[in-house]
């Protein structure tokens, strides 16, 4: 029988008898797991909180009570149930169903979500709004361990012990981040915490008693009687009791049955109740359960035999160039130490891991601590490159400001994910760096435009005696060969990469390789445009772009970043200071506007900065 059709709202669901719960868990699985291998997406996280989402939605009467997703990236069961089946082919793609909660898209889904840690405090205001109001309803926050390592996590806790509204937390524990999860709060949780933590004290207190003069070993047959007492003492929920939570778990998170009553109770509670859920990733996909690293984001792959489709003769992807490159760096240089937010993977750090783990950090989802982190061993001598994500690194905004560009401290921010990313969307979009950074003194900001320039940068950075950014692209290289010597470039210079009377287009980063194309098919309608790759955002090779600017009077400028306050602005803000007035500008770039989902190609074809939406702006501003 096919269920899942028959559940158009969580109502539905409500009226299903218990027993068929398991029969709609599997078909849930199987349609999960065969559009993810199409579309690509979030599948081990999804296929770990199936049951958990059911047993959520039966106990709680949504939409009116709240659930709050953390990250979000585990709403696919969320989104079926909730009337969105018949989109859900549309997952991920352009104009498609969000892989992530979005408040526009059903009135189930209470918040925005795609960056990690926000569900306890997004979850407390609206507790707070409630109780303001005079709501009844219930709010409830699920987070996973991975995401309770932020920062924000705990602020959130800190708030809501203290303010003890009724308020309710869902710890989803699988033990993973996206790569094993680290630091003491998970070992803490750790399902061998308890015994672990239990026979180290065991041993310490019988070593110290044993050493005691006359009684000790009165004392250590006394102690051995307590053990019992002991073993039942030492538990995770003391963490969460200490922060004015009740703590209820760990429960089996696959177990129907119990996992519906243990909600069904917990929501006659009132005040802060922590609920801790044990769930597997990947749950009933043997591929994702034994590499839920892999398939946590994964492209399209074989449904019945998880085998991942790769293409035939792909250059190698941006991150393992920076990954390899970085190894080679460290083996030269004793000094360069790597740091990842919990993006191990992503950001292509595992061959740096195992060669130098003890120049390796992985401190968990905590971007703040990172770059302070970072500031720390630079100020001893180490020269820290920050691995992550363009669009992660804005929440350490003032961390960069503050701790490392103040400071003039050699730290590296090895931006991955630089620009469009394609299917996660806009809270993914690494696409606001150039002007979140461009200001901020002391840090020089170059962009390679293809890889052989991504290893120069690298060289560079390293050699550099203060604050240096760089970002790259999501994906494939450009495919070039791999130069025999890496040099460290010029700082503030650019390059002239193409001659022309009528203009000069200024590109910066993957904007350049299509500023090429645009200026060679312009050429083919007799318009002659220079093309010069700025090289640095910050400083600007000034010298070179007024002279360009002078010599043809029009200047374009083309990047992949938002218009406001990014490269073009750099350009007319120097224009301005050397009162270059008689040049006319056209800036090229992302409008002041979130960037949806789609291929990268698509976006970047949709906001006219791919080669032939360039050409055709240009040529109008021409005609
Ligand atoms: C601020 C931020 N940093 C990093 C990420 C990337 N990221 C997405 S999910 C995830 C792991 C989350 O682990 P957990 O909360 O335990 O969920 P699980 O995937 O185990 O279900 C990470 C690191 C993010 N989304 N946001
Ligand atoms: C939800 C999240 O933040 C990550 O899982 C992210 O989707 C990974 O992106 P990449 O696929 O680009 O590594
Ligand atoms: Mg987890």
Redesign the pocket.
């Known amino acids: 029988m096919n269920l899942l059709e028959q559940i158009h709202s969580p109502a539905d669901l409500r009226k299903l008898p218990k027993e068929q719960l398991p029969a709609l868990a599997e078909e849930i699985r199987r349609f999960v797991i065969e559009t993810v291998a199409k579309n690509g997406g979030?599948l081990?996280?999804n296929l770990?909180?199936i049951e958990l989402t059911l047993a959520l939605h039966r106990a709680f009467d949504t939409p009116s009570d709240r659930i709050v997703w953390?990250?979000g990236?585990?709403a696919y069961t969320h989104k079926l149930i909730t009337g969105r089946k018949a989109k859900f082919c549309s997952l991920r793609q352009v104009d498609g169903l969000s892989g992530f909660p979005k408040r526009d898209e059903s009135e189930y889904d209470c918040f925005d979500v795609?960056?990690?840690?926000t569900s306890i405090s997004a979850a407390l205001g609206m507790a707070c709004a409630r109780d303001a109001t005079g709501g009844r309803e219930k709010v409830v926050a699920v987070?996973?361990?991975?995401?309770?390592t932020?920062g924000l996590a705990f602020e959130g806790l800190n708030q809501a012990g203290h303010l003890k509204k009724d308020f309710i937390l869902i710890l989803?524990d699988?033990e993973?981040?996206?790569s094993p999860?680290v630091g003491a709060v998970s070992s803490f949780l750790s399902r061998k915490m308890t015994s672990d933590l239990f026979i180290k004290f065991k041993k310490e207190t019988e070593n110290f008693l044993t050493h005691l003069p006359g009684f000790g070993r009165d004392l250590l047959s006394l102690a051995k009687r307590a053990e019992d007492s002991l073993k039942g003492f030492l538990t995770p929920g003391m963490l969460f009791e200490a922060f004015g939570f009740d703590y209820i778990g760990p429960i089996d998170g696959h177990n129907l049955e119990e996992l519906e009553e243990t909600l069904r109770n917990v929501k006659r509670l009132n005040g802060p109740v922590l609920v801790h859920v044990l769930t597997r990733?990947g749950k009933g996909f043997a591929a994702a359960e034994s590499d839920p690293a892999t398939f946590?984001g994964v492209g399209p792959y074989d449904a019945q035999t998880g085998v991942v489709h790769k293409k035939a003769g792909a250059a190698p992807s941006y991150t393992s160039i920076f990954g390899e490159t970085l190894v080679k760096m460290a083996q030269e240089d004793k000094r360069l130490v790597a740091i990842t937010?919990?993006?191990l993977e992503?950001t292509g750090l595992k061959a740096f891991a195992e060669r130098f783990p003890e120049r390796f950090f992985d401190v968990g989802?905590a971007?703040q601590h990172a770059v302070t982190f970072a500031a720390g061993l630079a100020c001893r001598g180490m020269r820290p490159v920050v691995a992550i994500?363009s669009t992660?690194l804005q929440?350490a905004y003032d961390n960069v400001l503050h701790d490392v560009c103040l400071q003039n401290l050699p730290v590296t921010f090895a931006m991955d994910r630089g620009g469009l990313v394609g299917a996660d969307g806009p809270t993914h979009h690494g696409v606001f760096d150039y002007s979140y950074l461009r200001h901020i003194p002391n840090l020089v900001f170059m962009v390679p435009r293809d890889e052989v320039a991504l290893q120069r940068t690298m060289a560079t950075a390293l050699q550099h005696d203060g604050p240096f950014a760089y970002r790259y692209p999501r994906g494939e290289s450009e495919g070039l060969p791999q130069p025999t010597e890496i040099t460290p470039a010029p700082i503030g210079r650019g390059e002239k990469l193409r001659d022309g009377k009528d203009g000069v287009i200024f590109a910066i980063g993957t904007m350049v390789g299509e500023a090429l194309k645009a200026a060679e098919a312009l050429a083919g309608e007799g318009l002659e445009l220079a093309v010069v790759d700025a090289v640095f955002l910050k400083p600007l090779d000034r010298d070179l772009m007024l002279e360009e600017a002078r010599r043809t009077g029009r200047v374009i400028t083309a990047e992949e970043n938002v218009l406001q306050g990014g490269f073009g602005s750099a350009v007319l803000e120097l224009f301005e200071q050397e009162q270059v007035d008689s040049v006319r500008t056209l800036c090229i770039g992302l409008p002041d506007e979130f960037v949806e989902q789609g291929t990268q190609q698509q976006l970047r074809q949709r906001h006219g900065i791919d080669a032939a939406g360039m050409a055709e702006r240009i040529r109008k501003w021409y005609a």
């Open positions: 979030h081990s996280s770990g909180v953390d990250v990236h585990q795609g960056h990690a840690s987070i996973g361990d991975g995401s309770l932020g989803n699988n993973m981040s996206i999860n990733k946590h937010a919990a993006m992503g989802i971007e994500y992660f929440r």
